[in-house]
């Protein structure tokens, strides 16, 4: 019975080494598990950290992208509207032209209507003075008629008055044209140069609608060469 009692101690003792050896064996491979899963959990993390900053880059790229765009549009009707404002002055600008090349045309025209009153003037005076000769004649022949002469010396008298007046009145009226004459025609040189700044400025102002009203307003922020920039530094180093 001691022989028996022996030989189960032993048979258990060398049952519990082989439990020990097992349990050494499940704890080292327990333990390599666990750090592989700490290492897998970890990686896990990393790699749910860098999609993360892909999906933030990648809205940072939309979002610069987004304001590219706007800043192009806002550009682009920008520059549409400085054209339209352009091409505006244009047609302005030629209509005052047309303006002030028809109001040099009527001063001109008022300025030859002058000088033709002018030579209708110089026709009456040279009447009022052939008139003037003709009653002084008159006045000395009615002189010598004596009495009977009187009342057509007293006539003639009157027609060299009236020709006096009408010749101080014309030369008035001359006066006043010679005037209307020299302001049309300042009128007319001073209409010409407003005219040819006006071409010289639609000219001008045509060339630039012809380009586009000038250069198109800077686009803020990164191109469409370098939509997102830099990016985010944890990103370039992943």
């Known amino acids: 019975m001691r022989g028996n009692l022996l030989e189960m101690v032993s048979s258990i003792s060398a049952a519990a080494e082989r439990l020990a050896t097992a349990s050494s064996a499940l704890l ?11 290492r897998q959990q970890s990686e896990i993390t990393q790699v749910a ?10 809205q940072h790229v939309a979002d610069n992208i987004g304001r590219t765009s706007s800043a192009a549009a806002s550009a682009s009707r920008e520059s549409a509207s400085g054209t339209g404002i352009v091409a505006a002055a ?11 090349e028809e109001t040099a045309g009527l001063i001109h025209r008022l300025d030859q209507d002058s000088a033709e009153i002018s030579q209708i003037l110089d026709v009456i005076t040279g009447i009022a003075e ?14 010598r008629a004596g009495e009977q002469g009187r009342g057509f010396a007293v006539a003639a008298d009157e027609v ?18 010679g005037k209307l004459q020299q302001g049309s025609r300042s009128a007319v040189e001073a209409m010409e140069k407003s005219r040819q700044q006006a071409t010289h400025v639609v000219e001008q102002a045509s060339r630039s609608a012809a380009a586009g009203g000038g250069p198109l307003p800077a686009v803020t922020g990164p191109t469409a060469a370098d939509p997102g920039g830099a990016g985010p530094p944890a990103l370039q180093h992943w």
């Open 28 to 38: 080292e491979v327990s333990g390599e598990t666990g750090h592989s899963v700490r």
């Open 49 to 58: 950290t860098a999609m993360h900053e892909m999906a933030a880059t990648a």
């Open 90 to 100: 244009v047609t302005g600008i030629q209509q005052l032209a047309g303006q002030v």
């Open 130 to 143: 052939q008139i003037n000769l003709l009653a002084l004649n008159a006045a000395i022949e009615a002189a």
């Open 160 to 177: 060299r008055t009236l020709t006096g007046r009408t010749q101080q009145a014309t030369e008035q009226i001359k006066g006043t044209i």
